[in-house]
């Protein structure tokens, strides 16, 4: 099946600071999620995107499936963005299963 | 909005009890799914199902089975509990068809402890 590869596993940041996660598969996804896990264990959705570029106020996530990546840019962290950080990949058809990452647990300090 | 409902958010069980974890969705999705999730392991996919009364075993099915009577709730089943399934489990749903997207919602969370 496929492999999915999260980096770096854990980050600490002061308010305000850039950051970017990666996230490389194994194999060819056609179908791609980052998901923000926060304090009380639930799973956000932030973006839906197998392919291109996205942007949602101050993050914003990158594709590049030819090469088997994906990106996730948080900018001017705050600390309501601290919790771990989830990116999942799979293939559409046959229930549309995605295999995750192991996360990144970010600290975003004052 | 999505809304994905699970039946407790924490839940004690003795070992060789049977329990049952619920989860309903409100979207008509037709794919359901269960998942365990581990400190350093992340999300692991038990079993899922694509349509009424269908499942398919998802990478570590053993110890666990489901049911799918509705298409709007799906059941995970612990037949005789043991430590070793004491994690925390989350339900997602998502929808199928051309098109897409085909993103998967979650619930809350049920941390589960088996004693």
């Known amino acids: 099946g496929i492999q999915v590869e999260q980096s770096p596993p854990d980050l600490i940041l002061q308010e305000g600071a850039n950051s970017t996660l990666r996230c490389n598969f194994s194999d060819s996804v056609n179908n791609l999620q980052w998901f923000h896990q926060n304090p009380w264990g639930q799973l956000i959705n932030l973006f839906y995107i197998p392919s291109g570029t996205k942007q949602n106020g101050r993050l914003s996530a990158t594709t590049v499936a030819t090469e088997r990546y994906s990106l996730l840019y948080i900018s001017s962290s705050q600390t309501t963005d601290s919790g771990v950080y989830f990116c999942?990949?799979?293939?559409?058809?046959?229930?549309?299963?995605?295999?995750f990452g192991t996360g990144t647990q970010l600290k975003v300090e004052l | 909005d999505v809304k994905v409902t699970q039946s407790s958010r924490y839940l004690v069980k003795r070992t060789g009890e049977k329990v049952f974890l619920e989860c309903v969705q409100d979207m008509d999705h037709e794919n359901m799914f269960w998942y365990r999730q581990d400190p350093g392991l992340g999300l692991r996919l038990i079993y899922f199902?694509?349509?009424?009364?269908?499942?398919e075993k998802g990478d570590i099915p053993e110890g666990y089975s489901v049911s799918r009577e509705k298409k709007e709730r799906f059941s995970l089943i612990l037949e005789s509990a043991s430590t070793n399934q004491t994690s925390m489990y989350l339900c997602a749903s998502s929808a199928e068809g051309q098109g897409g997207p085909y993103e998967q919602y979650f619930g809350p969370g049920t941390r589960l402890t088996v004693t």
């Open positions: 999942a990949g799979g293939l559409t058809g046959g229930g549309n299963k995605l295999t």
């Open positions: 199902s694509y349509d009424v009364k269908m499942k």
